[in-house]
């Protein structure tokens, strides 16, 4: 009962929506792209996703008004250095008190957002009204969503003047059932959908045929300016990257290295990059049982990336999954050949197998220990494949990637106003 009671009222919303779109269409002047605001989970944190955006909004600046709107502020700082020029605002500001409604309505679940969303114990019935509220509140522009939840609400909330992108940052595959059926409902109303990798977007491409986006297109990430130099590929260190979590595989790097400290105990491996408390804990106790305790490091985040690979001389990727590898171009950046598992989907679109980096086709653990070995045994192999690997990332400069976006907003500024769109669907 209560279930139909929410479904009625959300298509007696929707259906308002509708006759309040209709009313905006009819009086809206032609859309533009002069303003460019990015939608971010929170701005202040660490992680690729923060890193490519704000590379992206630093591109973007040149020519237009970019603002980075934050839907959560947990951190009183920048993690990473925030670009000139660039406006960033919050709608839920955790690092300040809030008022008794406001706290009411955050500790309240989200209605807009699928519980199979990544990001969806940070999200809360606060977020959806905050965020439905700023949508509602342009009135022309360009809004880009960086995640599934964002793109979703866009999808439904954003008013027919206001230009809509949607990013995938991760892969389709990885995304629940639940979700994936709200994405193939709801994608179709965007203006722009963009894939970091082919494969992701042939698989988007597979589920969308019937309600496409207005444009479906492959942009992948751009390196951004890194500090370091060069690596001399001299030291005997071993670098991964990536958050301490289950689909970065750290485990498996772990293991690998058994074999590798086995052959070489020379040589070490630092691993950069923080989880919680409880993840750190159980992979620093894989690490000790191991043996390895002086021959594995957990070092932490740290903003210097670019100097940190300017130190390594082989990085290994053991993912289970990757939406792109922004860490491997980084590496290929500083001249620091690859060794990754052959996962979905980016490695295999960025490292071209013996010529700047070595995929590893099997899944085990082994395998990718015997990929580094290689390398550590063979210096000719591993200089030649970090001087080609310095040419591999020259195709994802900022200037190249952001050429792409260029044209792409300028594809969409000749679109007309949007219709209103019956087929809306049904919020979570």
Same mark, same amino acid.
């Given at each position: 009962?209560?279930? !139909?009671? #929410?479904?009625?009222?959300? @298509?007696?919303?929707?259906?308002?929506?509708?006759?309040?779109?209709?009313?905006?269409?009819?009086?809206?002047?032609? %859309?533009? +792209?002069?303003?460019?605001?990015?939608?971010?989970?929170?701005?202040?944190?660490?992680?690729?996703?923060?890193?490519?955006? /704000?590379? /992206?909004?630093?591109?973007?600046?040149?020519?237009?008004? &970019?603002?980075?709107?934050?839907?959560?502020?947990?951190?009183?700082?920048?993690?990473?250095?925030?670009?000139? $020029?660039?406006?960033?605002?919050?709608?839920?500001? #955790?690092?300040?008190? #809030?008022?008794?409604?406001?706290?009411?309505?955050? !500790? !309240?679940?989200? %209605?807009?957002?699928?519980?199979?969303?990544?990001?969806?114990?940070?999200?809360?019935?606060?977020?959806?009204?905050?965020?439905? #509220?700023?949508? @509602?509140?342009? @009135? $022309?522009?360009?809004?880009?969503?960086?995640?599934?939840?964002?793109?979703?609400?866009?999808?439904?909330?954003?008013?027919?003047? &206001?230009?809509?992108?949607?990013?995938?940052?991760?892969?389709?595959?990885?995304?629940?059932?639940?979700?994936?059926?709200?994405?193939?409902?709801?994608?179709?109303?965007?203006?722009?959908?963009?894939?970091?990798?082919?494969?992701? *977007?042939?698989?988007?491409?597979?589920?969308? !045929?019937?309600?496409?986006?207005?444009?479906?297109?492959?942009?992948?990430?751009?390196?951004?300016? *890194?500090?370091?130099?060069?690596?001399?590929?001299?030291?005997?260190?071993?670098?991964?990257?990536?958050?301490?979590?289950?689909?970065?595989?750290?485990?498996?790097?772990?293991?690998?290295?058994?074999?590798?400290?086995?052959?070489?105990?020379?040589w070490v491996l630092r691993i950069y990059g923080g989880g919680t408390p409880e993840r750190e804990e159980k992979l620093q106790t894989r690490i000790d049982k191991a043996g390895l305790s002086d021959k594995v490091f957990l070092m932490g985040s740290t903003p210097e990336i670019g100097a940190e690979l300017a130190k390594s001389s082989i990085y290994a990727v053991s993912s289970r999954y990757e939406g792109f590898g922004m860490t491997i171009l980084e590496a290929m950046s500083k001249g620091v050949p690859v060794v990754s598992f052959d996962c979905p989907?980016?490695?295999?679109?960025?490292?071209?197998?013996?010529?700047?980096?070595?995929?590893?086709?099997?899944?085990?653990?082994?395998?990718?220990?015997?990929?580094?070995?290689?390398?550590?045994?063979?210096?000719?192999?591993?200089? +030649?494949?970090?001087?080609?690997?310095?040419?591999?990332?020259?195709?994802?400069?900022?200037?190249?990637?952001?050429?792409?976006?260029?044209?792409?907003?300028?594809?969409?500024?000749?679109?007309?106003?949007?219709?209103?769109?019956?087929?809306?669907?049904?919020?979570?």
């Open positions: 009962m209560l279930a !139909r009671a #929410r479904q009625a009222f959300a @298509r007696a919303a929707l259906g308002l929506l509708e006759l309040v779109n209709g009313r905006r269409a009819r009086r809206a002047p032609a %859309r533009g +792209t002069g303003t460019v605001r990015i939608l971010l989970l929170h701005a202040y944190g660490m992680g690729g996703t923060i890193r490519t955006v /704000l590379n /992206l909004a630093a591109y973007l600046s040149r020519e237009r008004e &970019v603002e980075i709107v934050s839907l959560v502020r947990t951190a009183e700082e920048p993690f990473f250095e925030l670009p000139p $020029g660039v406006k960033v605002s919050f709608l839920d500001d #955790r690092t300040v008190p #809030r008022g008794r409604i406001a706290e009411f309505l955050s !500790r !309240r679940p989200s %209605r807009l957002v699928p519980e199979e969303e990544k990001a969806y114990l940070s999200m809360s019935l606060l977020t959806d009204l905050r965020l439905v #509220r700023f949508l @509602r509140s342009l @009135r $022309g522009g360009v809004v880009i969503g960086t995640r599934p939840g964002f793109n979703l609400i866009m999808s439904l909330f954003a008013p027919p003047e &206001v230009l809509t992108i949607g990013q995938e940052h991760v892969t389709l595959e990885s995304h629940g059932p639940g979700l994936q059926a709200q994405i193939k409902r709801r994608y179709g109303r965007l203006d722009a959908f963009t894939t970091l990798t082919e494969a992701d *977007l042939k698989q988007y491409a597979k589920m969308l !045929r019937s309600h496409p986006p207005k444009r479906l297109l492959r942009v992948p990430n751009a390196i951004p300016d *890194l500090g370091g130099d060069i690596s001399s590929l001299d030291e005997k260190v071993v670098t991964g990257i990536g958050r301490i979590v289950w689909a970065k595989g750290f485990d498996r790097l772990v293991n690998a290295w058994k074999t590798v400290a086995e052959a070489h105990p020379d989907h980016g490695p295999r679109e960025i490292i071209t197998h013996e010529h700047d980096g070595l995929l590893v086709r099997s899944k085990k653990a082994a395998a990718l220990g015997e990929g580094i070995r290689r390398l550590i045994e063979d210096e000719e192999l591993r200089r +030649t494949l970090g001087a080609n690997a310095v040419g591999t990332a020259a195709n994802y400069d900022l200037d190249v990637i952001g050429a792409q976006w260029t044209a792409l907003l300028a594809d969409l500024d000749e679109s007309e106003p949007r219709s209103p769109d019956c087929s809306l669907g049904t919020p979570a």
